[in-house]
Structures are given as structure tokens and as C-alpha cells.
């Protein structure tokens, strides 16, 4: 198990304690690291997702409000 040191102020430690006393604040720690790694690769999964929806959507045909006007009356009866 690694050891990792940290530098908070010291009223986000006062307050940590407070709000975990009596818990170990190392599982504490790393399971707030844990939830961490998950957001962050969440995150990037969005934004690849997003670039990649982006692209797609760069290279759909576009139409002229003419054109659409055109299609939907000789769809329509």
C-alpha cells in the first residue's frame, strides 16, 4: 500500500475531521480518490464522445430553407 502526503489548509482538515471523526479517514481518502479516477474518465469519455458527434455532425449534407420547403410540400397531400 502507498503512502501519499497531502497539503490542505488547515480549516478543510478542521472541517474533515469534524464532518468523519471516528472513521478511518484513509479509506475515507482513498475511496474520494477513487470516485475521482471514475469522474475524470468520465469525463474524457464525454468529451471524445462529444468531438467525435461533433465531426459527424460537420459532415452531414446541409440544406437551403428553400430546399426543405420544397421536400415537405411534395411530401405532404
Avoid: C, H, W, Y
Avoid at 16 to 43: C, H, P, T, Y
Amino acid at each position: 500500500m502507498a503512502t501519499v502526503n497531502f497539503s490542505v489548509p488547515d480549516e478543510v482538515k478542521m472541517e474533515f475531521d469534524k464532518a468523519f471523526g471516528g472513521q478511518n479517514k484513509s479509506a475515507i481518502i482513498a475511496d474520494l480518490m477513487r470516485r475521482a479516477v471514475r469522474e475524470r474518465k468520465l469525463q474524457i469519455r464525454r468529451e471524445r464522445l462529444f468531438r467525435q458527434f461533433s465531426v459527424a455532425r460537420g459532415t452531414r449534407p446541409s440544406f437551403t430553407s428553400a430546399e426543405v420547403r420544397r421536400v415537405r410540400s411534395a411530401e405532404r397531400p
